[in-house]
Protein backbone atom coordinates (compact mmCIF):
# COMPACT_ATOMS: atom_id res chain seq x y z
CA UNK A 1 0.00 0.00 0.00
CA UNK A 2 3.03 2.41 0.63
CA UNK A 3 4.71 1.52 -2.75
CA UNK A 4 0.85 2.39 -4.42
CA UNK A 5 0.43 5.34 -2.54
CA UNK A 6 4.29 6.44 -3.20
CA UNK A 7 3.66 5.49 -7.53
CA UNK A 8 0.31 8.08 -7.01
CA UNK A 9 2.51 10.98 -5.70
CA UNK A 10 4.92 10.10 -8.28
CA UNK A 11 2.32 10.42 -11.17
CA UNK A 12 1.25 13.73 -9.67
CA UNK A 13 4.54 15.19 -9.21
CA UNK A 14 4.76 14.11 -13.18
CA UNK A 15 2.36 15.79 -14.32
CA UNK A 16 2.97 19.01 -12.66
CA UNK A 17 6.72 18.82 -13.68
CA UNK A 18 8.12 18.42 -10.00
CA UNK A 19 10.98 16.35 -9.55
CA UNK A 20 10.37 13.23 -7.47
CA UNK A 21 12.32 13.19 -3.84
CA UNK A 22 14.08 9.99 -3.60
CA UNK A 23 13.83 9.95 -0.11
CA UNK A 24 9.95 9.99 0.19
CA UNK A 25 8.50 8.62 3.26
CA UNK A 26 4.71 7.05 3.51
CA UNK A 27 4.22 6.31 7.13
CA UNK A 28 1.61 4.31 9.49
CA UNK A 29 -0.90 6.84 11.29
CA UNK A 30 -0.88 5.75 14.63
CA UNK A 31 -3.71 7.80 15.34
CA UNK A 32 -6.39 6.32 13.20
CA UNK A 33 -8.61 10.37 13.06
CA UNK A 34 -5.49 11.27 10.85
CA UNK A 35 -6.17 8.58 8.33
CA UNK A 36 -4.26 5.01 7.49
CA UNK A 37 -1.22 6.30 6.30
CA UNK A 38 0.26 9.87 5.93
CA UNK A 39 3.58 11.98 4.25
CA UNK A 40 5.42 15.16 4.58
CA UNK A 41 6.16 15.27 0.79
CA UNK A 42 4.65 18.77 1.10
CA UNK A 43 6.94 20.18 3.67
CA UNK A 44 10.04 18.33 2.08
CA UNK A 45 9.31 20.84 -1.06
CA UNK A 46 8.74 23.76 0.56
CA UNK A 47 12.23 24.77 0.50
CA UNK A 48 12.78 23.96 -3.27
CA UNK A 49 9.46 25.27 -4.52
CA UNK A 50 8.93 28.19 -2.43
CA UNK A 51 5.85 27.45 -1.41
CA UNK A 52 3.76 27.70 1.29
CA UNK A 53 3.75 23.23 2.05
CA UNK A 54 -0.18 23.78 2.79
CA UNK A 55 -0.91 24.91 -0.87
CA UNK A 56 1.81 22.18 -2.15
CA UNK A 57 -0.30 19.34 -0.44
CA UNK A 58 -3.27 20.77 -1.79
CA UNK A 59 -1.93 21.12 -5.33
CA UNK A 60 -0.42 17.41 -5.14
CA UNK A 61 -3.79 15.79 -3.88
CA UNK A 62 -6.27 17.72 -5.81
CA UNK A 63 -6.71 14.89 -9.11
CA UNK A 64 -5.43 11.89 -7.14
CA UNK A 65 -8.27 9.34 -7.58
CA UNK A 66 -7.80 5.89 -7.17
CA UNK A 67 -10.42 2.83 -5.85
CA UNK A 68 -8.02 2.08 -3.26
CA UNK A 69 -8.56 5.46 -1.38
CA UNK A 70 -11.41 6.51 0.54
CA UNK A 71 -10.57 10.20 1.21
CA UNK A 72 -7.62 12.40 1.60
CA UNK A 73 -7.04 14.93 3.94
CA UNK A 74 -4.18 18.03 3.87
CA UNK A 75 -3.32 19.16 7.70
CA UNK A 76 -0.97 21.61 8.81
CA UNK A 77 1.31 22.47 8.74
CA UNK A 78 1.20 20.12 5.43
CA UNK A 79 0.71 16.60 6.17
CA UNK A 80 -1.12 14.48 3.11
CA UNK A 81 -2.87 11.92 4.91
CA UNK A 82 -4.77 9.17 3.16
CA UNK A 83 -7.80 6.95 4.30
CA UNK A 84 -7.75 3.67 2.32
CA UNK A 85 -10.08 0.70 1.65
CA UNK A 86 -9.49 -2.11 4.32
CA UNK A 87 -9.93 -4.46 0.63
CA UNK A 88 -6.33 -5.23 0.54
CA UNK A 89 -6.04 -6.39 4.26
CA UNK A 90 -8.51 -9.24 2.76
CA UNK A 91 -7.04 -9.48 -0.14
CA UNK A 92 -3.79 -10.03 1.70
CA UNK A 93 -5.50 -13.01 3.94
CA UNK A 94 -5.50 -15.39 0.28
CA UNK A 95 -1.74 -14.37 -0.22
CA UNK A 96 -0.76 -15.81 3.27
CA UNK A 97 -2.83 -19.09 2.98
CA UNK A 98 -1.32 -19.36 -0.57
CA UNK A 99 2.24 -18.75 0.06
CA UNK A 100 2.16 -20.46 3.86
CA UNK A 101 5.94 -20.32 4.55
CA UNK A 102 6.64 -18.49 1.53
CA UNK A 103 4.43 -15.91 3.34
CA UNK A 104 7.34 -12.45 3.59
CA UNK A 105 9.78 -13.80 1.54
CA UNK A 106 11.35 -11.14 -0.66
CA UNK A 107 14.03 -10.51 -3.88
CA UNK A 108 15.66 -7.60 -2.24
CA UNK A 109 18.63 -9.26 -1.63
CA UNK A 110 18.98 -10.48 -5.45
CA UNK A 111 21.06 -13.11 -4.70
CA UNK A 112 23.64 -11.13 -3.85
CA UNK A 113 26.27 -13.32 -1.96
CA UNK A 114 26.66 -12.52 1.90
CA UNK A 115 29.44 -14.20 4.11
CA UNK A 116 28.55 -14.01 7.74
CA UNK A 117 31.08 -14.90 10.42
CA UNK A 118 29.77 -14.83 13.87
CA UNK A 119 30.75 -16.21 16.93
CA UNK A 120 34.44 -17.40 16.16
CA UNK A 121 35.41 -18.15 19.77
CA UNK A 122 39.22 -19.14 20.35
CA UNK A 123 39.05 -23.28 21.19
CA UNK A 124 40.58 -22.93 24.42
CA UNK A 125 37.48 -23.56 26.06
CA UNK A 126 33.32 -23.61 26.10
CA UNK A 127 31.16 -21.33 25.08
CA UNK A 128 29.99 -19.08 27.18
CA UNK A 129 26.46 -16.36 27.36
CA UNK A 130 28.75 -13.63 25.27
CA UNK A 131 29.30 -16.10 22.80
CA UNK A 132 25.48 -17.43 22.94
CA UNK A 133 24.09 -13.69 21.98
CA UNK A 134 26.48 -13.14 18.94
CA UNK A 135 25.04 -16.99 17.87
CA UNK A 136 21.55 -16.06 18.41
CA UNK A 137 22.11 -12.97 16.64
CA UNK A 138 24.45 -14.25 13.50
CA UNK A 139 21.95 -16.99 12.51
CA UNK A 140 18.84 -15.28 12.82
CA UNK A 141 20.30 -12.37 10.48
CA UNK A 142 21.36 -15.36 8.58
CA UNK A 143 17.65 -16.70 7.86
CA UNK A 144 16.40 -12.79 7.77
CA UNK A 145 18.98 -12.01 4.75
CA UNK A 146 18.41 -15.65 3.04
CA UNK A 147 14.11 -15.02 3.16
CA UNK A 148 15.12 -12.05 1.50
CA UNK A 149 16.67 -13.41 -1.39
CA UNK A 150 20.55 -13.27 -0.54
CA UNK A 151 22.55 -16.36 -0.50
CA UNK A 152 24.33 -16.12 2.46
CA UNK A 153 27.68 -18.30 3.92
CA UNK A 154 27.83 -19.03 7.93
CA UNK A 155 31.44 -18.78 8.60
CA UNK A 156 33.26 -19.80 11.80
CA UNK A 157 37.19 -18.79 12.28
CA UNK A 158 39.29 -21.03 14.17
CA UNK A 159 42.08 -19.28 15.88
CA UNK A 160 44.68 -22.39 15.89
CA UNK A 161 47.56 -20.70 15.75
CA UNK A 162 49.13 -18.53 18.21
CA UNK A 163 49.86 -18.85 21.87
CA UNK A 164 46.73 -19.39 23.38
CA UNK A 165 46.43 -22.81 21.65
CA UNK A 166 50.54 -23.19 22.83
CA UNK A 167 49.46 -22.50 26.33
CA UNK A 168 46.34 -24.93 25.87
CA UNK A 169 48.80 -27.46 25.04
CA UNK A 170 50.77 -27.01 27.51
CA UNK A 171 47.99 -26.72 30.28
CA UNK A 172 46.55 -29.95 29.21
CA UNK A 173 49.69 -31.54 29.27
CA UNK A 174 50.82 -30.11 32.99
CA UNK A 175 47.66 -31.52 33.88
CA UNK A 176 48.45 -35.21 32.55
CA UNK A 177 51.32 -35.33 34.04
CA UNK A 178 49.80 -34.60 37.49
CA UNK A 179 47.07 -37.52 36.54
CA UNK A 180 50.64 -39.54 35.80
CA UNK A 181 51.63 -38.55 39.78
CA UNK A 182 54.48 -36.51 38.73
CA UNK A 183 55.06 -32.79 39.81
CA UNK A 184 54.71 -29.97 37.45
CA UNK A 185 54.94 -26.13 37.33
CA UNK A 186 51.56 -25.16 36.14
CA UNK A 187 52.36 -22.54 32.76
CA UNK A 188 51.73 -19.14 33.88
CA UNK A 189 49.51 -18.51 30.87
CA UNK A 190 47.77 -21.76 31.61
CA UNK A 191 44.08 -22.44 31.38
CA UNK A 192 42.57 -23.58 34.60
CA UNK A 193 39.39 -24.78 33.81
CA UNK A 194 37.48 -28.28 34.89
CA UNK A 195 37.44 -29.44 31.22
CA UNK A 196 41.19 -29.07 30.66
CA UNK A 197 41.35 -31.78 33.80
CA UNK A 198 38.42 -33.93 32.89
CA UNK A 199 40.35 -34.26 29.17
CA UNK A 200 43.35 -34.92 31.15
CA UNK A 201 41.69 -38.21 33.14
CA UNK A 202 40.39 -39.31 29.85
CA UNK A 203 43.92 -39.28 28.62
CA UNK A 204 45.25 -41.13 31.39
CA UNK A 205 42.41 -43.59 31.60
CA UNK A 206 42.72 -44.66 27.99
CA UNK A 207 46.56 -44.24 27.74
CA UNK A 208 48.01 -44.20 31.22
CA UNK A 209 51.73 -43.10 30.98
CA UNK A 210 51.85 -43.61 27.57
CA UNK A 211 51.58 -40.11 26.40
CA UNK A 212 54.81 -38.82 28.34
CA UNK A 213 56.97 -39.67 25.52
CA UNK A 214 54.53 -37.15 23.45
CA UNK A 215 55.80 -33.80 22.20
CA UNK A 216 53.44 -30.80 22.94
CA UNK A 217 51.76 -30.84 18.90
CA UNK A 218 50.23 -34.01 20.12
CA UNK A 219 48.66 -32.31 23.40
CA UNK A 220 47.57 -29.16 21.26
CA UNK A 221 45.74 -30.86 18.73
CA UNK A 222 43.61 -33.25 21.10
CA UNK A 223 42.59 -30.53 23.59
CA UNK A 224 41.60 -28.33 20.44
CA UNK A 225 39.86 -30.86 18.53
CA UNK A 226 37.98 -31.93 21.39
CA UNK A 227 37.31 -28.62 22.62
CA UNK A 228 36.12 -27.66 18.80
CA UNK A 229 33.50 -30.49 18.72
CA UNK A 230 32.20 -29.28 22.01
CA UNK A 231 31.47 -25.91 20.54
CA UNK A 232 29.95 -27.77 17.44
CA UNK A 233 27.47 -29.86 19.44
CA UNK A 234 26.39 -26.76 21.41
CA UNK A 235 26.10 -24.58 18.57
CA UNK A 236 23.98 -27.41 17.09
CA UNK A 237 22.04 -27.85 20.25
CA UNK A 238 21.22 -23.80 20.24
CA UNK A 239 19.95 -24.18 16.41
CA UNK A 240 23.51 -22.73 14.65
CA UNK A 241 25.34 -24.68 11.98
CA UNK A 242 27.61 -23.41 9.86
CA UNK A 243 28.52 -23.83 6.22
CA UNK A 244 31.79 -23.06 6.63
CA UNK A 245 34.60 -23.57 9.27
CA UNK A 246 37.88 -21.97 8.49
CA UNK A 247 41.23 -22.65 10.40
CA UNK A 248 43.68 -19.38 10.65
CA UNK A 249 46.48 -22.39 10.68
CA UNK A 250 45.56 -23.11 7.46
CA UNK A 251 45.56 -19.47 6.23
CA UNK A 252 49.40 -19.51 7.16
CA UNK A 253 49.55 -23.27 5.57
CA UNK A 254 48.68 -21.47 2.49
CA UNK A 255 50.81 -18.86 2.44
CA UNK A 256 48.32 -16.07 2.96
CA UNK A 257 49.79 -14.08 5.61
CA UNK A 258 52.76 -13.61 3.62
CA UNK A 259 51.29 -12.80 0.21
CA UNK A 260 49.56 -10.13 2.59
CA UNK A 261 53.00 -8.94 4.00
CA UNK A 262 54.24 -8.36 1.00
CA UNK A 263 51.59 -6.64 -0.47
CA UNK A 264 51.38 -4.29 2.48
CA UNK A 265 55.22 -3.46 2.04
CA UNK A 266 54.55 -3.08 -1.85
CA UNK A 267 52.46 -0.60 -1.39
CA UNK A 268 54.20 1.58 0.88
CA UNK A 269 52.20 1.46 3.54
CA UNK A 270 54.17 -0.12 6.12
CA UNK A 271 57.40 1.20 7.99
CA UNK A 272 60.02 -0.09 10.77
CA UNK A 273 60.06 1.02 14.05
CA UNK A 274 61.91 -0.12 17.52
CA UNK A 275 62.23 -3.31 14.94
CA UNK A 276 58.77 -4.23 15.10
CA UNK A 277 56.64 -3.79 11.62
CA UNK A 278 53.91 -0.85 11.45
CA UNK A 279 51.03 -0.46 9.33
CA UNK A 280 50.00 3.35 8.55
CA UNK A 281 46.21 2.62 9.26
CA UNK A 282 46.33 6.35 10.71
CA UNK A 283 46.15 7.19 6.73
CA UNK A 284 42.58 5.72 6.72
CA UNK A 285 41.28 7.46 9.73
CA UNK A 286 42.53 5.03 12.66
CA UNK A 287 43.93 6.81 15.60
CA UNK A 288 47.46 5.28 15.41
CA UNK A 289 49.45 3.14 13.06
CA UNK A 290 48.95 -0.77 14.25
CA UNK A 291 52.04 -3.39 14.50
CA UNK A 292 51.99 -5.89 12.48
CA UNK A 293 55.36 -8.03 13.85
CA UNK A 294 56.32 -7.17 17.09
CA UNK A 295 60.05 -6.65 18.23
CA UNK A 296 60.15 -10.31 19.04
CA UNK A 297 59.08 -11.35 15.23
CA UNK A 298 55.67 -12.56 16.34
CA UNK A 299 52.86 -11.25 14.67
CA UNK A 300 50.11 -9.59 15.85
CA UNK A 301 46.33 -11.14 15.94
CA UNK A 302 46.04 -8.24 12.97
CA UNK A 303 47.91 -9.86 10.37
CA UNK A 304 46.50 -13.03 9.69
CA UNK A 305 42.94 -11.14 10.13
CA UNK A 306 44.17 -9.18 7.13
CA UNK A 307 45.03 -12.22 5.23
CA UNK A 308 41.94 -13.91 6.34
CA UNK A 309 39.74 -10.91 5.22
CA UNK A 310 41.48 -10.99 1.83
CA UNK A 311 40.72 -14.57 1.90
CA UNK A 312 37.06 -13.87 1.80
CA UNK A 313 37.17 -10.89 -0.81
CA UNK A 314 38.87 -13.30 -2.95
CA UNK A 315 36.21 -15.83 -2.78
CA UNK A 316 33.86 -13.46 -4.10
CA UNK A 317 31.48 -12.31 -1.90
CA UNK A 318 29.76 -8.91 -2.44
CA UNK A 319 28.95 -7.89 1.27
CA UNK A 320 30.79 -9.43 4.55
CA UNK A 321 29.52 -9.00 7.62
CA UNK A 322 31.71 -9.82 11.44
CA UNK A 323 29.80 -10.20 14.58
CA UNK A 324 32.63 -9.19 17.08
CA UNK A 325 32.40 -8.94 20.93
CA UNK A 326 32.57 -5.25 22.89
CA UNK A 327 36.19 -6.09 23.46
CA UNK A 328 36.65 -5.54 19.65
CA UNK A 329 35.20 -2.04 20.03
CA UNK A 330 38.35 -0.07 18.35
CA UNK A 331 38.91 -2.77 15.81
CA UNK A 332 36.80 -1.73 12.95
CA UNK A 333 38.93 1.14 11.88
CA UNK A 334 41.88 -0.56 11.26
CA UNK A 335 40.34 -3.68 9.79
CA UNK A 336 38.77 -1.46 7.42
CA UNK A 337 42.06 0.35 6.73
CA UNK A 338 43.99 -2.98 6.21
CA UNK A 339 41.27 -4.06 3.73
CA UNK A 340 41.68 -0.70 1.90
CA UNK A 341 45.45 -1.45 1.66
CA UNK A 342 45.09 -4.44 0.15
CA UNK A 343 42.78 -3.44 -2.76
CA UNK A 344 39.41 -4.06 -1.51
CA UNK A 345 36.41 -1.88 -1.04
CA UNK A 346 35.84 -2.06 2.91
CA UNK A 347 32.64 -0.17 2.67
CA UNK A 348 31.50 -4.15 1.66
CA UNK A 349 32.50 -4.89 5.06
CA UNK A 350 30.19 -4.53 8.17
CA UNK A 351 31.02 -4.97 11.46
CA UNK A 352 28.46 -5.67 14.45
CA UNK A 353 29.93 -5.22 17.77
CA UNK A 354 28.18 -6.84 20.58
CA UNK A 355 27.59 -5.40 24.00
CA UNK A 356 27.58 -7.52 26.97
CA UNK A 357 24.78 -10.11 28.36
CA UNK A 358 24.41 -9.42 32.25
CA UNK A 359 22.50 -12.76 33.84
CA UNK A 360 20.15 -12.28 36.60
CA UNK A 361 18.29 -14.41 38.86
CA UNK A 362 16.21 -12.99 41.95
CA UNK A 363 17.99 -9.33 40.57
CA UNK A 364 21.47 -9.63 41.86
CA UNK A 365 23.73 -10.60 38.71
CA UNK A 366 25.10 -14.49 38.43
CA UNK A 367 28.79 -14.51 37.26
CA UNK A 368 29.86 -17.50 38.12
CA UNK A 369 29.01 -21.19 36.59
CA UNK A 370 27.63 -24.04 39.31
CA UNK A 371 30.29 -26.58 37.10
CA UNK A 372 33.19 -24.71 35.77
CA UNK A 373 33.54 -21.77 38.11
CA UNK A 374 34.20 -19.29 35.75
CA UNK A 375 31.15 -17.38 33.29
CA UNK A 376 28.15 -18.96 32.93
CA UNK A 377 28.39 -21.48 29.51
CA UNK A 378 26.04 -21.90 26.53
CA UNK A 379 24.93 -25.58 27.79
CA UNK A 380 24.08 -24.82 30.80
CA UNK A 381 22.17 -21.84 30.34
CA UNK A 382 20.25 -24.05 27.86
CA UNK A 383 19.48 -27.03 30.15
CA UNK A 384 17.89 -24.29 32.43
CA UNK A 385 15.76 -22.41 30.24
CA UNK A 386 16.16 -24.47 26.32
CA UNK A 387 16.86 -23.01 23.18
CA UNK A 388 14.02 -21.13 22.25
CA UNK A 389 13.43 -18.75 25.18
CA UNK A 390 17.38 -18.19 24.87
CA UNK A 391 17.28 -17.03 21.41
CA UNK A 392 14.86 -14.84 21.92
CA UNK A 393 15.94 -13.00 24.77
CA UNK A 394 19.37 -12.66 23.18
CA UNK A 395 17.65 -10.92 19.68
CA UNK A 396 14.90 -8.88 21.48
CA UNK A 397 17.21 -5.93 21.98
CA UNK A 398 19.89 -4.33 19.22
CA UNK A 399 23.25 -5.77 19.62
CA UNK A 400 24.54 -2.32 20.77
CA UNK A 401 22.43 -2.51 23.87
CA UNK A 402 23.92 -4.32 26.71
CA UNK A 403 21.14 -7.19 27.99
CA UNK A 404 20.07 -8.38 31.60
CA UNK A 405 18.69 -11.68 30.90
CA UNK A 406 16.05 -12.85 33.53
CA UNK A 407 16.13 -15.93 34.51
CA UNK A 408 13.07 -16.15 36.48
CA UNK A 409 11.11 -14.47 33.69
CA UNK A 410 12.72 -16.87 31.28
CA UNK A 411 11.51 -20.16 33.51
CA UNK A 412 8.27 -18.48 33.81
CA UNK A 413 5.08 -20.15 32.30
CA UNK A 414 3.28 -16.93 32.06
CA UNK A 415 2.27 -14.00 30.13
CA UNK A 416 4.83 -12.21 31.26
CA UNK A 417 7.18 -14.27 29.36
CA UNK A 418 6.88 -13.25 25.99
CA UNK A 419 8.03 -17.07 24.43
CA UNK A 420 5.04 -18.06 26.23
CA UNK A 421 2.48 -15.24 25.25
CA UNK A 422 3.72 -15.96 21.62
CA UNK A 423 3.31 -19.45 21.52
CA UNK A 424 0.53 -19.40 23.77
CA UNK A 425 -1.47 -17.51 20.90
CA UNK A 426 0.22 -19.63 17.98
CA UNK A 427 -1.01 -23.03 20.21
CA UNK A 428 -4.62 -21.38 20.87
CA UNK A 429 -4.95 -20.84 16.95
CA UNK A 430 -3.76 -24.90 16.35
CA UNK A 431 -5.99 -25.96 18.75
CA UNK A 432 -8.97 -23.89 16.86
CA UNK A 433 -7.77 -25.00 13.49
CA UNK A 434 -7.48 -28.93 14.18
CA UNK A 435 -11.14 -28.99 15.82
CA UNK A 436 -13.05 -27.24 12.62
CA UNK A 437 -10.51 -29.48 10.16
CA UNK A 438 -13.78 -29.92 7.86
CA UNK A 439 -14.13 -26.53 7.63
CA UNK A 440 -10.22 -25.34 6.57
CA UNK A 441 -10.97 -25.59 2.55
CA UNK A 442 -14.42 -23.63 2.59
CA UNK A 443 -14.29 -20.87 0.35
CA UNK A 444 -14.02 -17.43 2.62
CA UNK A 445 -15.96 -14.46 1.55
CA UNK A 446 -14.71 -11.96 4.38
CA UNK A 447 -17.88 -9.99 4.33
CA UNK A 448 -18.22 -11.41 8.13
CA UNK A 449 -15.13 -9.65 8.98
CA UNK A 450 -15.94 -5.86 10.27
CA UNK A 451 -14.44 -5.33 13.92
CA UNK A 452 -11.38 -3.01 14.79
CA UNK A 453 -9.64 -5.94 16.37
CA UNK A 454 -10.25 -8.42 13.37
CA UNK A 455 -8.95 -5.52 10.76
CA UNK A 456 -6.01 -4.49 13.68
CA UNK A 457 -4.51 -7.88 13.42
CA UNK A 458 -5.35 -8.13 9.51
CA UNK A 459 -2.83 -4.81 9.46
CA UNK A 460 -0.29 -6.28 11.26
CA UNK A 461 0.04 -9.60 9.60
CA UNK A 462 0.26 -7.07 6.22
CA UNK A 463 3.03 -5.45 7.55
CA UNK A 464 5.17 -8.63 7.99
CA UNK A 465 6.22 -8.36 4.46
CA UNK A 466 7.74 -4.62 5.02
CA UNK A 467 9.20 -5.63 8.48
CA UNK A 468 11.21 -8.73 6.95
CA UNK A 469 12.54 -6.94 4.06
CA UNK A 470 13.56 -3.45 6.18
CA UNK A 471 15.48 -6.38 8.89
CA UNK A 472 17.32 -7.34 5.88
CA UNK A 473 18.14 -4.54 4.41
CA UNK A 474 19.47 -2.56 8.00
CA UNK A 475 20.95 -5.75 8.60
CA UNK A 476 18.85 -6.01 12.11
CA UNK A 477 17.13 -8.73 14.15
CA UNK A 478 14.82 -7.74 16.80
CA UNK A 479 12.11 -5.86 15.07
CA UNK A 480 11.31 -9.57 13.86
CA UNK A 481 11.26 -10.20 17.76
CA UNK A 482 9.08 -7.08 18.36
CA UNK A 483 6.51 -7.63 15.69
CA UNK A 484 6.17 -11.23 16.44
CA UNK A 485 5.25 -10.19 20.06
CA UNK A 486 2.71 -7.16 19.03
CA UNK A 487 0.89 -9.59 16.30
CA UNK A 488 0.67 -11.96 18.98
CA UNK A 489 -0.57 -9.13 21.48
CA UNK A 490 -3.25 -8.17 18.77
CA UNK A 491 -4.59 -11.63 18.39
CA UNK A 492 -5.30 -11.72 21.94
CA UNK A 493 -7.47 -9.05 21.59
CA UNK A 494 -9.23 -9.89 19.07
CA UNK A 495 -10.33 -13.28 20.67
CA UNK A 496 -11.23 -11.52 23.90
CA UNK A 497 -13.24 -9.26 21.92
CA UNK A 498 -14.83 -11.68 18.88
CA UNK A 499 -16.46 -14.74 18.82
CA UNK A 500 -14.50 -17.27 15.97
CA UNK A 501 -16.79 -20.44 16.21
CA UNK A 502 -20.40 -19.44 16.11
CA UNK A 503 -23.66 -21.03 14.13
CA UNK A 504 -23.31 -18.92 11.53
CA UNK A 505 -20.53 -21.01 8.85
CA UNK A 506 -19.98 -18.23 6.59
CA UNK A 507 -19.24 -16.65 9.51
CA UNK A 508 -17.06 -18.96 11.04
CA UNK A 509 -15.09 -19.68 8.64
CA UNK A 510 -14.35 -16.08 7.10
CA UNK A 511 -12.48 -16.11 10.96
CA UNK A 512 -10.80 -19.46 10.44
CA UNK A 513 -9.15 -17.73 7.84
CA UNK A 514 -8.02 -15.00 9.24
CA UNK A 515 -6.62 -16.72 12.47
CA UNK A 516 -4.45 -19.83 10.05
CA UNK A 517 -3.37 -16.17 7.98
CA UNK A 518 -1.86 -14.84 11.87
CA UNK A 519 -0.79 -18.67 12.50
CA UNK A 520 1.26 -18.89 9.59
CA UNK A 521 2.24 -15.37 10.11
CA UNK A 522 4.13 -16.14 13.79
CA UNK A 523 5.32 -19.61 13.00
CA UNK A 524 7.30 -17.69 10.04
CA UNK A 525 7.89 -15.01 11.92
CA UNK A 526 9.69 -17.26 14.69
CA UNK A 527 11.32 -19.36 12.29
CA UNK A 528 13.46 -16.54 11.03
CA UNK A 529 15.23 -15.92 14.71
CA UNK A 530 15.28 -19.93 15.20
CA UNK A 531 11.96 -20.36 17.15
CA UNK A 532 9.73 -23.07 17.29
CA UNK A 533 6.04 -22.49 17.30
CA UNK A 534 4.24 -24.64 19.26
CA UNK A 535 0.84 -26.52 18.23
CA UNK A 536 0.08 -27.15 22.30
CA UNK A 537 1.09 -26.07 25.53
Known sequence: ????????????????????????????????????????????????????????????????????????????????????????????????????????????????????????????????????????????????????????????????????????????????????????????????????????????????TAWLDKDLSYFKEYAMNRLLARIEKDLKRFGV?????????????????????EKLKQSNNTYIENDALFLKTTKY????????????????????????HTYKYERGFDELIDILGADHHGYTKRLKASIEMMGYDSKKLEILILQMVRLLRNGEEVKMSKRTGNAVALDELLD????????????????????????????????????????????RICSILNANLELLDKKATYKSITSDSAYNVLEKVYEFKEVAKKCAIKKEVHPIVNYVYDLASLFHNYYANEKIITSDTEYTIDHLALIRAVQITIKNALSLVGINAYEKM
Open 384 to 427: EVGKDVARYFFVSHSPDTQIDFDLDLALQQSNDNPVYYINYAHA
Open 241 to 261: VYDKWTKESSIYQEGRVEQAI
Open 285 to 308: GDDKDRVLIKKDKTNTYLLPDIAY
Open 1 to 208: MKEQLKELLKQQMSTLSIDYPNDLVIEKCKDKNNGDYASNLAMKLASVLKKNPLEIANMLTRDIHDEKILKIEVKAPGFINFFVTRDYLLENIDEVLEKKENYGKSNVGEHRKVNLEFVSANPTGILHLGHARGAALGDSLANILTFAGYEVTREYYVNDAGNQINNLGLSLLARYKECCNIEVEFPENGYHGQDIIIMAKELYQEYQ
